[in-house]
């Protein structure tokens, strides 16, 4: 059974790099039926998109983040990676790892949705 | 970016009732890249519906999606007491991917 192990500092300062693991439990990493994405939800708001990876190595971002985000996967270790530079106080959220399957229907292979998340981890940004 | 505006804000009804949750999109979503997620505070989200109709994995059938182009709906049958939580409807087709802001079904 899938598990997705997430793991963060929890407390991040101003101006510096926030990293976040995801450990994937059932090697399903390995596989190019599974695509890997992050999600952030400030306080009080709803859920952001960060970005998506994929088994081919291509990876897709936040427009209001690109330049500052670096999602990476790395298969010898189960694990996948989220570096943000640079973080402000805008930066404080729950940040969620997730796995997202690529499905056939009638025929077509298609890209699903994020179908399995990870618990959160909270990240605040402050001095 | 495609903007997704979700109504109402709170939904407030009692166990028994029918939930009816609108998802109008800025521009015209493929039905094959709107989902939606079932969200409870400390909890991960849960995937509900993708494809705009199709339920996920042990999503029991009183849970329902429906729609196409800019106007989605999801669709909750007999509220059970697991059911009050909020509700985000996402599309996954376009770059970058948005979220609605979320509805919140409260128990009344």
């Known amino acids: 059974q899938l598990q997705l192990q997430q793991s963060g500092p929890g407390l991040v300062n101003p101006s510096e790099t926030l990293s976040l693991t995801c450990i994937v439990s059932?090697?399903?990493?390995?596989?190019?039926?599974?695509?890997w994405g992050w999600v952030r939800q400030p306080p009080g708001k709803g859920l952001e998109w960060i970005g998506s990876?994929?088994?081919?190595?291509?990876?897709y971002y936040n427009p209001s983040l690109k330049s500052r985000v670096s999602p990476s996967v790395d298969r010898s270790k189960n694990q996948l990676s989220l570096k943000l530079r640079s973080v402000t106080a805008a930066d404080t959220a729950v940040y969620y790892c997730?796995?997202?399957?690529?499905?056939?229907?009638?025929?077509?292979?298609?890209?699903?949705?994020?179908?399995?998340w990870g618990q959160g981890t909270l990240v605040t940004v402050s001095s | 970016e495609i903007v997704l505006t979700q109504s109402p804000g709170t939904l407030s009804l009692s166990p028994g009732e029918r939930a009816t949750l609108s998802c109008r999109a800025s521009?015209?979503?493929?039905?094959?890249?709107l989902a939606w997620y079932q969200h409870k505070t400390g909890q991960a989200p849960r995937l509900l519906i993708y494809?705009?109709?199709s339920r996920a994995t042990g999503i029991p059938d009183r849970f329902s999606g429906s729609g196409s182009g800019t106007d989605f709906t999801l669709t909750i049958n007999r509220l059970e007491p697991e059911d009050f939580a909020v509700y985000y409807c996402?599309?996954?087709?376009?770059?970058?991917?948005?979220f609605g802001l979320g509805t919140k079904v409260e128990i009344k």
């Open positions: 521009q015209s979503v493929s039905s094959t890249f």
């Open positions: 990876v994929y088994y081919s190595g291509t990876s």
């Open positions: 494809g705009a109709s």
């Open positions: 059932d090697g399903s990493i390995s596989s190019s039926d599974y695509y």
């Open positions: 996402h599309q996954y087709g376009s770059s970058p991917q948005t």
């Open positions: 997730a796995r997202g399957t690529f499905y056939y229907d009638s025929g077509t292979y298609l890209r699903g949705p994020l179908d399995f």
